[in-house]
T-cell receptor, first 109, second 112 residues
Framework: EDKVVQSPLSLVVHEGDTVTLNCSYE??????LLWYKQEKKAPTFLFML????IEKKSGRLSSILDKKELFSILNITATQTGDSAVYLC?????????FGTGTRLTVIP | DTEVTQTPKHLVMGMTNKKSLKCEQH?????MYWYKQKAKKPPELMFV???????INESVPSRFSPECPNSSLLNLHLHALQPEDSALYLC???????????FGPGTRLTVT
């Protein structure tokens, strides 16, 4: 059974659209929730969330964590073709970490 | 220096070969990780070293042998691999074993 579930698995949008990516996780030994963007090579770090309700923002991207409902969302506003990638959600614990399956985002010009 | 480097970038090896993958970071991170990633799948955690000691081994076959000679270096020794071991091998490091991880560019391994 997957411990970190991301939805949707894939998403195709047009430039300028706003997208919301979802990540649900298990509570066991929770320490942090991380978001990464992976294009053709290695994942690049986007956000680390540890506290509930505090939005982290970087340009057009933002993310928030809900520790009561055990989920996080990643928002991308005014999408661009360069946002096309796989977005990975990772839950870390005391001695483990779990990757979600990722959401493949495709932004069409 | 916020970079994790990995060598080689590409490696082709036969099933009887012995080879090693190398990873290096100079950010003072004390946790280092090896991941295996197959096409269109998320990275799968293989090993975690914390303060140069192996803290997590995710039931990886013994043909993969990690080594952490010092706090900046992480090796993955390969022996008698199978074709299904062909994948992208990613190294990462972090300040602590639950913080943000910085990934290296990976080694694309092909086993023939």
């Amino acid at each position: 059974e997957d411990k970190v579930v991301q939805s949707p698995l894939s998403l195709v949008v047009h430039e300028g659209d706003t997208v919301t990516l979802n990540c649900s996780y298990e509570v066991t030994n929770f320490r942090s929730l991380l978001w990464y963007k992976q294009e053709k090579k290695a994942p690049t770090f986007l956000f680390m969330l540890t506290s509930s309700g505090i939005e982290k923002k970087s340009g057009r991207l933002s993310s928030i964590l809900d520790k009561k409902e055990l989920f996080s969302i990643l928002n991308i506003t005014a999408t661009q073709t360069g946002d096309s990638a796989v977005y990975l959600c990772v839950q870390t614990g005391a001695n483990n970490l779990f990757f979600g399956t990722g959401t493949r985002l495709t932004v069409i010009p | 220096d916020t970079e994790v480097t990995q060598t080689p970038k590409h490696l082709v090896m036969g099933m009887t070969n012995k080879k090693s993958l190398k990873c290096e970071q100079h950010m003072g991170h004390r946790a280092m990780y090896w991941y295996k990633q197959k096409a269109k799948k998320p990275p799968e955690l293989m090993f975690v070293y914390s303060y140069e000691k192996l803290s997590i081994n995710e039931s990886v076959p013994s043909r993969f042998s990690p080594e952490c000679p010092n706090s900046s270096l992480l090796n993955l020794h390969l022996h008698a691999l199978q074709p299904e071991d062909s994948a992208l091998y990613l190294c990462a490091s972090s300040q602590a074993n639950s913080g943000e991880q910085y990934f290296g560019p990976g080694t694309r391994l092909t086993v023939t």
